[in-house]
Structures are given as C-alpha cells and as structure tokens.
C-alpha cells in the first residue's frame, strides 16, 4: 500500500499527502474530503479503503491516523454549492482546501481518482487510489468518519429521512419519505431532474 509513496520519494519529494473524498453520491448532505500526510515508510496493515471496513473499525483507525500522521487537513463542501457548480467541481475544491489546510506543506500529492486538483503541487491522481496507496486510503477514513458523523447530527435535525441510517444515499426509505416529506435544506436539488415534492421523480446524477 505504500508503493507510490516509496516512488515519490524516490523522485526526491519529502512531504507526500494522500487526498480522497467521501459522499459525490448521496442525494443529500455535503461532500467531504482529507488529505492526509504520514512520516516516511509508515506502515499500518490495518488501513485500507473506507467502503471496505465496518464502522468500528474505521471509528477507530480515524482515532489511530490522528495520533500517527504527520498532518491531517479537511474540508466540507455543502450542497449550494454542489448545486451551484457541481459535484465533480465541489469534489476538487473540497480535495484543494483540504490540501491547503494541512499545517505542513506538501510537496508531491496522490489524489484518488481520474482528475487533478485545482493547485499548482505535484500530484498523481490514482484510479481507486484507495486501494494501492496507504495516504489516500488514510484520507478516505478520514473523509468518511467525518461525513458520516455530520449526516449523524443532520438526522437529529431532520429525523424523518433517518440520515443516521442512510447518510444520505438514495435507500427506498430514503426516497419514500421525500415522497412523503419533500426536500429539506441539505438536499442536492441539482440531482433531480424533476420537482421532489412530485409524486414522480428522477435521482439519476
């Protein structure tokens, strides 16, 4: 999991962040995303992509990345803005801030995905980054607690879509009660095509 670290540093790059995202899916709530840099030749077996591990298990390695990396950054995009200019561009400005809140700078990037971060860092994005390198799998928990935990106070807020459950992915439940109950604040209305408070509509995005 840390091949493309060793890489980087073999090119003579020091401070190597792993970037990753968590929520471009759901039909509410924001998109999350890390970034995440750890001491040279750190190895943890424990760590690897998010969708992969229980809740348990990602609860307590987010505690373990904490204590063990170097520098954590994160960052929250809401859904006006995903709204606004979409997710695959909310995706990135939420993978940026999270890259230039890190409290050290980072001189190489591996970003899970097909697509480059808006910054001028080096970078290498990586299809299913999360699998083969342990920064972007390290940021990937850290994006997923931290959404997870923001879905989790949105559900005592909005208690009738049950968020706690579903985190906002379009479950049956889910869509049965915005059928029911309309929309509220968090959800993403550009990824309908037609009216919610409708009795048909479209979550395709």
Known sequence: MDTFEKMARREGYHLIAGVDEAGRGPLAGPVVAAAVIFPPDYCNTEINDSKKLSVTKRENLYEMIEKDAMAIGIRVVDADVIDRVNILQASLKAMRDAVLELSASPDFLLVDGLHRIPIITPQKPLVKGDNLSISIAAASIMAKVTRDRIMEMYHRQFPQYNFQ????????????????????????????????NQSSFDFSV
């Open 165 to 196: 459950k579903n985190k906002g992915y379009g479950t049956r439940e889910h869509v049965n009660a915005i059928r029911k109950f309309g929309i509220c604040k968090i959800h993403r209305k550009s990824f309908h095509v037609k009216n919610m």
